[in-house]
């Protein structure tokens, strides 16, 4: 029941990702339609409007995700995720009642401030959800992501514009809605000194009473890592012959700079992260349907998008399976490998068209699978795994606003890439950063699974002197 119980929690608390991932890809689907004489708007878009219009998410999201670290230790998990959900329906009700471009993309704008719910759901996830099931769980968060894009391809081919807008706005308010059902993170609880709270929280999750040995010994583990601010960075012996200190009260920065665990994780995400976003998905999920149009003429650009959106998902359900399975590490770098000669055979297919016009899509769908086993999903556990709990709010607020800048470098120059050099130059450059993630990940990503973060902790300063 305990596992029952935290899948449903984590299905409650993803489908808040699901809510980005509508508005985030809105603009594939409409982006057309905007630019044309046919469209729903007051004019047509003007060619910088539309670049904004696509990329002006990541942007917001870049800019807001700082506020993310404070709030998150300040009004609790829960709370932080239920006020970034907030802007998805401020935006719908604006786009669906507005016909001018710029009201349109002041939507995206504030759209922009919920795409913060990214940095939010991976901690909240990790830190209510037991270590056997962690990493399953977590893949759900870019998996439900992932789904939000693809209905939002799905509507924008099957329904009306207004029916559509409708129809992501029920979503939204039904995502929050659903959000009251949550506990708040025993972890945060028992770090505001609510030990009562943080044992019904941890009852709650694991589907036990209050008093059972279960909660008992999770608030203790709990405490205990709270109290280790160097977990890992000493040997057992080498801690015994030193006198006990009474604990002091020190800021992150001061953490981070006694945590030699700390510095060796974030080098380690930032490094992953920025290798797995310059692999170019983001950019083929923002600019699908014209991307799609463009390799195959003859086939409608949004039914291949939709197919994209649906093999994506596909491949997200099995990744999540995988990641508990295999472990981060091996997924991570088999997966880029494979991204890697997918991307070469894509650049080859357009630039010497030594095949049909299909091959190229289904190699791009190739290449989307088997990215969404690794550089897909592998950042967003490991940025909640690897940090521990007095750093990790700030930490993982960098990690995503890393993911953030590198997300709108891929979206914001893409199209002009694609339109100066060729999609077969795109992908060669693609495969390139396939490569090096290939490399990176062999010598430097620890493996995770099943890990507590004090043993995590531990590998990371073994990793990094055997460097």
């Known amino acids: 029941m305990a596992i029952v119980q935290q899948a449903i929690c984590t299905f409650i608390v993803c489908l808040l990702s699901t809510s980005a991932g509508f508005i985030y890809s809105w603009p594939s689907s409409t982006i057309t339609m905007f630019s044309s004489t046919n469209t729903t708007l007051n004019r047509p878009m003007t060619v910088t409007e539309q670049t904004m219009f696509a990329s002006v998410f990541a942007i917001v999201a870049l800019i807001m995700t700082p506020a993310t670290g404070y709030l998150l230790d300040k009004i609790g998990r829960k709370n932080t995720c239920i006020l970034f959900a907030l802007p998805q329906i401020i935006s719908w009700v604006i786009i669906s009642s507005s016909r001018s471009v710029e009201l349109v993309l002041t939507a995206m704008c504030i759209s922009g401030v919920g795409g913060c719910i990214l940095t939010c759901v991976p901690m909240y996830i990790s830190e209510i959800c037991q270590e056997t099931i962690r990493g399953t769980m977590l893949a759900g968060v870019n998996l439900f992501y992932g789904i ?117 994780g974030i080098i380690v995400v930032l490094a992953v992260t920025l290798l797995s976003m310059f692999q170019g998905v983001a950019g083929v999920q923002v600019y699908a349907q014209p991307l799609f149009e463009k390799a195959m003429p003859s086939v409608s650009g949004n039914l291949m998008s939709v197919v994209f959106g649906l093999l994506n998902i596909t491949s997200g359900f099995i990744a999540a399976f995988l990641v508990d399975i295999y472990g981060r590490r091996r997924l991570m770098i088999c997966s880029s490998a494979l991204s890697g000669i997918t991307c070469l055979a894509v650049a080859t297919q357009v630039h010497m068209q030594w095949g049909p016009d299909w091959l190229t899509v289904v190699f791009i769908y190739i290449y989307c699978i088997v990215y969404t086993f690794g550089g897909g999903t592998v950042p967003y556990i490991i940025m909640a795994e690897f940090f521990l709990p007095e750093v990790k709010s700030f930490m993982v607020m960098v990690c995503t606003e890393w993911a953030w800048i590198c ?27 396939c490569i090096l993630s290939v490399v990176y990940c062999y010598y430097y990503l620890p493996e995770t699974k099943a890990l507590t973060v004090d043993v995590i902790q531990t590998l990371l300063i073994k990793k990094r002197q055997n460097i």
């Open 148 to 264: 939000g894009i693809t209905l939002s391809y799905v509507f924008g081919g099957c329904l009306s514009y207004q029916t559509m807008n409708y129809t992501c706005l029920s979503i939204s308010a039904a995502s929050i809605i659903l959000m009251t059902y949550m506990r708040e993170s025993p972890l945060y609880l028992l770090k505001k000194g609510l030990d009562e709270e943080a044992a019904k929280s941890v009852a709650f999750y694991r589907s036990v009473k209050v008093d059972s040995k279960v909660v008992v010994e999770e608030i203790e583990t709990i405490r205990r890592t709270l109290n280790s601010l160097t977990a890992g960075e000493q040997l057992p012996e080498e801690e015994s012959l030193k006198p006990p200190k009474t604990p002091e009260k020190r800021s992150i920065l001061q953490i981070i700079r006694k945590s030699k665990s700390s510095r060796q």
């Open 407 to 433: 997300n709108f470098l891929v979206v914001f120059t893409l199209s002009i890439f694609v339109t100066n050099f060729g999609i077969a130059s795109a992908f060669y450059l693609f495969s390139v950063f």
